[in-house]
């Protein structure tokens, strides 16, 4: 058979995704409007869900090896779930770096110093990183979404044609960061909608509570979306932003 005959328009797929933002934004909360989700708990964030509404968890992780057996039952066994949370990866860089740290037969004092330095032990827990964004293309594959979330954190970024700026990004180590960003469909910041009142040097910020997850590409943020959207979306509480404009959910 001719390589030709193979081509074909790709089918639409389960969405991987990352949400960013400060703490108490509700990432959480928007995470649990996903499809019937599970969430793999690296910091237990979902007291904030009302225990009627609560989605299903399995214990909080305390190990590299329980976040490994959590997500091949996943992967591995039958069940029903339509998405998959992480929450957090921020939380999951701290077990990380603990887990090279120990498990470095020299027992470094921190992870500069962990497998010889030299960047070596980041490094390493970048693969970790990189090894979760494998598992969540194998969910992908069996038709399930996967979901990221993260903290917020601030990065200048200097590139060699315009002044250094300051943009919103991932509370991870830099190696850290591209699994999250460069290789998934979506990347929002949950953000409160935020207004400035006041003249002069008195001006002040202020906020009616509403949220928006901005999802686009913006020199102010990591966010981007392969989905066409260009504005941000409103984000309510108990509703998912992307039903309808997502055709996965």
């Known amino acids: 058979m001719s390589i030709m005959q ?17 703490a108490g934004t509700g990432k959480t909360s928007m995470a649990a409007t996903f499809p019937n989700p599970i969430f793999i708990r690296a910091e237990d964030g979902l007291q904030a869900i009302p225990a009627d509404s609560r989605p299903d968890a399995f214990p909080v992780v305390n190990t590299v090896d329980m976040l490994w057996e959590q997500l091949a039952a996943l992967i591995n066994e039958e069940h029903s779930y339509q998405t998959v949370v992480i929450d957090s990866v921020t939380a999951l860089e701290r077990l990380f770096i603990q887990h090279v740290i120990d498990t470095d037969p020299k027992k470094p004092k921190s992870i500069n110093q962990a ?14 990183h990189q090894r979760v964004r494998r598992a969540a293309g194998v969910l992908r594959d069996k038709g399930i979404n996967a979901l990221f979330i993260a903290h917020c954190d601030f990065e200048t970024v200097d590139l060699p044609d315009t002044d250094p700026y300051s943009r919103y990004s991932l509370r991870l180590g830099k190696k850290s960061v591209a699994p999250y960003v460069d290789d998934v469909d979506f990347v929002g910041m949950v953000k409160l909608v935020t207004f400035t009142t006041g003249d002069g040097d008195r001006k002040k910020a202020v906020s009616d509570g509403s949220r928006e997850i901005v999802c686009t590409a913006t020199p102010s943020a990591v966010t981007k979306n392969r989905y066409g959207i260009t504005e941000p979306l409103p984000v309510e509480l108990g509703i998912n932003p992307l039903t309808g404009v997502v055709s996965c959910l």
Do not use: E, H, Q, R
């Open 6 to 22: 193979s081509i074909s328009k790709p089918a639409d797929s389960p969405i991987i995704a990352t949400i960013l933002g400060d």
């Open 115 to 128: 497998n010889g330095g030299y960047g070596a032990g980041l490094a390493a827990v970048a693969t970790l």
